[in-house]
């Protein structure tokens, strides 16, 4: 029997909900491609209910306990003497969410001799050290494409917050204010802008499908270029690298995976190439900019905005810049985990378990790391150190 050791974030403060502000999710019959949703063998939860916070459980435990396994959930990830590190040596299925990660190091790793198994509940498993995983046999998993429109949705959000000064204007409101001036003075139309994205994956394309209507020019730059009925479609431009992409664009967002290529990628240098007053958007992973260069640039003007939700360390600290850096819209790791996400990234971590259970193959596009090499999915979208 196994025990599976799962690390998801708290509950509400206020604890956890007894009603919801709907009855139902809006039925989704598949991802754009053909992809399938999750497809396990049942599920005992409520989609629309929250899964992803710690009594929750991902509604994994019936599933697990009727099997004789055990289940042990935590929030508690950080420090030699976290619940985590305490139940992970003789682990053999870890689950954690991107919006709460469980950092498995190479010394974590090491200290797991029975782990055989790491799940992403949502996308991105890059607080997983990859090389670790291949050399301990560790095969990584995550639900791809379970929250990719989520995060679309998000990106296209904050893209009009930052542009048309949404939030400072709904704090004039909140503080009884009504100057129209002070709100006015950093509002844009977005109409006509140049907006190129960093990755044109599910998620990038995604986003690039949802700004064509805003008759805007698009951009991007990806390792693995579109079909050319995709970009005549949508009036793209594709250009070989970043670099040679920002200095067109009002806007860039970002939304590519974290490997070695992509880390620390925008710094000053590569800021200083953007357009003054251009807005940096990114959903994918705060190590992709670095911290203290998007701090300079906001401070200098040389960006007008910033906007994600991804941060590192997760949870950020209190003293965090980006917390009080001017002119963001910086939101906790949550465009991935709406309570619709939440109902697919659930159901597909049952099925990711389910197979690897009963010994039947886990479906390739959920493989990020199997038989000592990346697999599936992450042959795809990662690199390696080695």
Known sequence: ????????????????????????????????????????????????????????????????????????????????????????????????????????????????????????????????????????????????????????????????????????????????????????SRSYDVEGMHIGTVAAGRIGLAVLRRLKPFDVHLHYTDRHRLPREIEEELGLTWHESTQDMVPFCDVVTVNAPLHPETEGLFDDKLISTMKRGAYLINTARAKIADRDSVVRALESGQLAGYAGDVWYPQPAPADHPWRTMPHHGMTPHISGSSLSAQARYAAGTREILEAWFDGTPIRDEYLIVQGGGLAGAGAHSYSTRA
């Open 1 to 184: 029997m196994a025990k599976v050791l799962c690390v998801l974030y708290d509950d509400p403060t206020g604890g956890y909900p007894a009603t919801y502000a709907r009855d139902d999710l809006p039925v989704v019959d598949g991802y754009p491609g053909g992809q399938t949703l999750p497809t396990p063998k049942a599920v005992d939860f409520t989609p629309g209910h929250l899964l992803g916070s710690v009594s929750g459980e991902l509604g994994l435990r019936r599933f697990l306990e009727e099997r004789g396994h055990t289940l042990v959930v935590t929030s508690d990830k950080e420090g030699a003497d976290s619940v985590f590190d305490r139940e992970l040596p003789d682990a053999d299925v870890v689950i954690s969410q991107p919006f709460w990660p469980a950092y498995l190091t190479a010394e974590r790793i090491a200290r797991a001799p029975k782990l055989k198994l790491a799940v992403t509940a949502g996308i991105g498993s890059d607080h997983v050290d990859l090389d670790a995983a291949i050399a301990h046999g560790v095969t990584v998993a995550e639900v791809t494409y379970c929250n990719s429109i989520s995060v679309a949705e998000h990106v296209v959000m904050m893209i009009l917050s930052q542009v048309r000064n949404y939030l400072p204007s709904y704090q004039v409101v909140l503080d009884g204010g009504w100057n129209i001036a002070d709100c006015v």
